[in-house]
């Protein structure tokens, strides 16, 4: 997973670069089941369904390789962009 923050009033842009194997496993899914049932008051996904979707995650990308979940772009010149 790549993240790329662009602000124009800032000298730097920010980038930070995680592998997915590190955030898309058990661990992490039960870690973000976790974080979902505390904050939310519906249980919306369970931690079995968020074992599966990390694990599409990794097979669709090892398949049809890397893609941008989130780009956004203001006005302003702020640009926002994770890369799976």
Do not use: C, W
């Amino acid at each position: 997973m790549k993240i790329y923050i662009h602000e124009p009033k800032e000298e730097k842009d920010i980038r930070l670069t995680i592998p997915n194997g590190v955030i898309f496993n058990k661990l992490g899914a039960m870690i973000a089941g976790k974080v979902i049932e505390e904050n939310t008051q519906e249980n919306t996904i369970t931690k079995e369904q968020l074992k599966i979707l990390m694990k599409e995650i990794k097979r669709y990308v090892k398949q049809f390789g890397h893609f941008d979940l989130v780009h956004i772009e203001t006005s302003d010149g702020e640009i926002i962009k994770i890369t799976l």
